[in-house]
């Protein structure tokens, strides 16, 4: 039996989230049901994040255990195969250590979230952005990004239904950039909260429309009230860009991420 890492890339439009759910085909599935195409094995597919409903990835990493002794590239090459015509693609695949766990393993994970700010409809990203029509300051929403960094008990920024033992999350990343029409904040932490990015995209939102500034950021952050803090922004417009790890063999068990589906969605 060889464990393999595998780097996956994927729209999450047409799915109902990585995990297994009985309302539709998810990303683990569909995964899953490849490697049994490929080698007649019926494997579990771990992620590191269990993106939730029409949330991207780019960058996810997942394991899995197959008895069939082949190379890593062929794997990549005959899952990609059987993937057709799902929008999933394994960018790479790799031998692991036994003890390699995509979730427990990971150190650190990082999202992108998109934002398109114009009145004009989208002709290219739909279902891939989130279409803002009215104007948003950027260097405003920087500003009230800043008050979220660093530890904090984020309970008004996780959903109702987060699993997570504990709200304290570590924000080591929130940058707000914009370049033309586009808007684009970028998270990074050891794991997330259920809806914690798109929780924290929605407020600032609010924060680019003038209606909040950074100290009512600052006042539901201390609240720690799911109704103090902002509105859920969409799954379109968020991606699962990277997943750290110390070293291929890490096997330490970190945090818990505890994001979008059941666990990860940040």
């Given at each position: 039996?060889?464990?393999?890492?595998?780097?996956?890339?994927?729209?999450?439009?047409?799915?109902?989230?990585?995990?297994?759910?009985?309302?539709?085909?998810?990303?683990?599935?569909?995964?899953?049901?490849a490697?049994?195409?490929?080698?007649?094995?019926?494997?579990?597919?771990?992620?590191?994040?269990?993106?939730?409903?029409?949330?991207?990835?780019?960058?996810?990493?997942?394991?899995?255990?197959?008895?069939?002794?082949?190379?890593?590239?062929?794997?990549r090459?005959?899952?990609?195969?059987?993937?057709?015509?799902?929008?999933?693609?394994?960018?790479?695949?790799?031998?692991?250590?036994?003890?390699?766990?995509?979730?427990?393993?990971?150190?650190?994970?990082?999202?992108?979230?998109?934002?398109?700010?114009?009145?004009?409809?989208?002709?290219?990203?739909?279902?891939?952005?989130?279409?803002?029509?009215?104007?948003?300051?950027?260097?405003?929403?920087?500003?009230?990004?800043?008050?979220?960094?660093?530890?904090?008990?984020?309970?008004?920024?996780?959903?109702?239904?987060?699993?997570?033992?504990?709200?304290v999350?570590?924000?080591?990343?929130?940058?707000?950039?914009?370049?033309?029409?586009?808007?684009?904040?970028?998270?990074?932490?050891?794991?997330?909260?259920?809806?914690?990015?798109?929780?924290?995209v929605?407020?600032?939102?609010?924060?680019?429309e003038?209606?909040?500034?950074?100290?009512?950021?600052?006042?539901?952050?201390?609240?720690?009230?799911?109704?103090?803090?902002?509105?859920?922004?969409?799954?379109?417009?968020?991606?699962?860009?990277?997943?750290r790890?110390?070293?291929?063999?890490?096997?330490?068990?970190?945090?818990?991420?505890?994001?979008?589906?059941?666990?990860?969605?940040?």
């Amino acid at each position: 039996m060889t464990r393999y890492k595998l780097t996956l890339e994927y729209d999450g439009g047409p799915f109902v989230g990585w995990q297994r759910q009985d309302n539709g085909l998810s990303v683990q599935q569909a995964v899953e049901e490849a490697v049994y195409r490929f080698c007649g094995e019926r494997a579990h597919v771990q992620a590191a994040g269990r993106t939730d409903a029409g949330v991207h990835a780019r960058g996810q990493v997942a394991h899995v255990d197959i008895a069939k002794d082949t190379r890593a590239d062929t794997v990549r090459d005959a899952l990609n195969y059987h993937l057709k015509p799902h929008p999933v693609a394994v960018v790479a695949a790799a031998t692991a250590a036994a003890d390699f766990h995509a979730r427990f393993s990971a150190t650190g994970r990082r999202y992108l979230y998109r934002i398109v700010n114009r009145r004009a409809k989208l002709a290219l990203d739909a279902g891939r952005v989130w279409l803002v029509p009215v104007p948003l300051d950027a260097t405003a929403m920087a500003l009230g990004a800043a008050r979220l960094l660093g530890r904090h008990d984020f309970t008004s920024f996780r959903s109702a239904a987060c699993q997570a033992a504990s709200p304290v999350k570590t924000l080591d990343r929130l940058d707000v950039s914009r370049t033309g029409d586009e808007i684009r904040i970028e998270a990074a932490a050891r794991s997330f909260l259920h809806n914690q990015v798109r929780i924290m995209v929605g407020t600032l939102r609010l924060v680019g429309e003038g209606k909040w500034t950074p100290d009512d950021v600052t006042a539901a952050l201390m609240a720690c009230n799911r109704e103090r803090g902002g509105p859920t922004a969409p799954p379109d417009g968020l991606y699962l860009t990277d997943v750290r790890y110390e070293a291929p063999s890490d096997a330490a068990v970190g945090e818990p991420e505890t994001d979008d589906a059941v666990d990860d969605e940040a």
